[in-house]
């Protein structure tokens, strides 16, 4: 059974950093590529971030460009998103996704994690 399971979620103010982490099992990690979404209230789920399975391409959401930072670690099995000057837009439930196409991963991936809380106050 593939799971992922994401922590590092919480409360902050604005400017502050939080990473998260998206731990899996069930799965062979180094053969799939990772990505982050995010769905804000009222709002549509939509893609923030990905790594490719060899960690030599990442591709990022315009409003992630120079302040989030995708990465994962193979031995580990987990996938991570290190986030910067955090603002308020920024809250929203993320969740970690997983695929073996690097193209489907940015849209429609296969497996997902049940999202952790991140809320970013003024």
């Known amino acids: 059974q593939v799971q992922l399971v994401e922590s590092g979620g919480g409360l902050v103010q604005a400017g502050a950093s939080l990473m998260l982490s998206c731990e899996t099992s069930?799965?062979?990690?180094?053969?799939?590529?990772w990505a982050w979404f995010r769905q804000a209230p009222g709002k549509e789920r939509e893609f923030v971030a990905a790594?490719?399975?060899?960690?030599?391409?990442?591709n990022y959401a315009d409003f992630a460009k120079g302040r989030f930072l995708i990465s994962r670690d193979n031995v580990r099995k987990t996938a991570y998103l290190q986030m910067f000057s955090l603002q308020t837009d920024d809250t929203a439930v993320y969740y970690c996704?997983?695929?073996?196409?690097?193209?489907?991963?940015?849209?429609?991936?296969?497996?997902w994690g049940q999202g952790t809380q991140v809320t970013v106050s003024s």
């Open positions: 790594i490719d399975w060899k960690r030599s391409e990442t």
């Open positions: 996704a997983s695929d073996k196409d690097f193209n489907t991963i940015q849209t429609t991936p296969t497996y």
């Open positions: 069930g799965i062979t990690f180094h053969y799939y590529h």
